[in-house]
Antibody
């Protein structure tokens, strides 16, 4: 059974960089036809897509966050990571990592449990 | 940027049929999937490719997509179906989520 687990600091100061890692277990991140993505959800609000990455390094970014986001992959560790720079209180959210099925109907079929990251001084 | 619009809330009586809509420009030209999210839990996909159910999803969940509107239908709604539901599509190399609909089973 594929499992994804987010890890990283739960508290980040304004203007600093949020860094999270997703560790994939029960399967290889280098499997064809799957991207790996980050999605966030501010408290009490809806889902917002952030970015996706393929094991080869191919990426897609949300236009609204692209200038502040970097997504990367480490196939040797079966992990992928997110960096979000210049954070503000508006970046406080539960951050999920998920697997994206790369098809004519791209969809997230496995999700991590999510981690709440709070931006506060 | 592409937008998907969902009603904020839908109410249904137990045993009745719930319909949740998702609207977007020429949405029928894209494939849509749907996620269910219960409080404090991660989203779970209940429909993909407009109308396909992943393994383990009850048959009472179905979907359709035509024109500018996709619809998630829950037949014989049960109390356990009370949750937030999100539609999602892929457009211009981006993942797009609808704003979400809170389904209340009264």
């Amino acid at each position: 059974q594929l499992q994804l687990q987010e890890s990283g600091p739960r508290l980040v100061k304004p203007s600093e960089t949020l860094s999270l890692t997703c560790t994939v277990s029960g399967g290889s991140i280098s499997t064809s036809n799957y991207y790996w993505g980050w999605i966030r959800q501010p408290p009490g609000k809806g889902l917002e897509w952030i970015a996706n990455i393929y094991y080869s390094g191919s990426t897609y970014y949300s236009p609204s966050l692209k200038s502040r986001v970097t997504i990367s992959v480490d196939t040797s560790k079966n992990q992928f990571s997110l960096k979000l720079s210049s954070v503000t209180a508006a970046d406080t959210a539960v951050y999920y990592c998920a697997r994206l099925v790369w098809s004519n109907s791209p969809n997230f079929d496995y999700w991590g449990q999510g981690t709440l990251v709070t931006v506060s001084s | 940027s592409y937008e998907l619009t969902q009603p904020p809330s839908v109410s249904v009586s137990p045993g009745q049929t719930a319909s949740i809509t998702c609207s977007g420009d020429k949405l029928g030209d894209n494939y849509v999937c749907w996620y269910q999210q219960k409080p404090g839990q991660s989203p779970v996909m209940v429909i993909y490719h407009d109308s396909k159910r992943p393994s383990g999803i009850p048959e009472r969940f179905s979907g359709s997509n035509s024109g500018n509107t996709a619809t998630l239908t829950i037949s014989g709604t049960q109390a356990i179906d009370e949750a937030d539901y999100y539609c999602q599509a892929w457009d211009s190399s981006t993942v797009v989520f609808g704003g979400g609909t809170k389904l209340t089973v009264l």
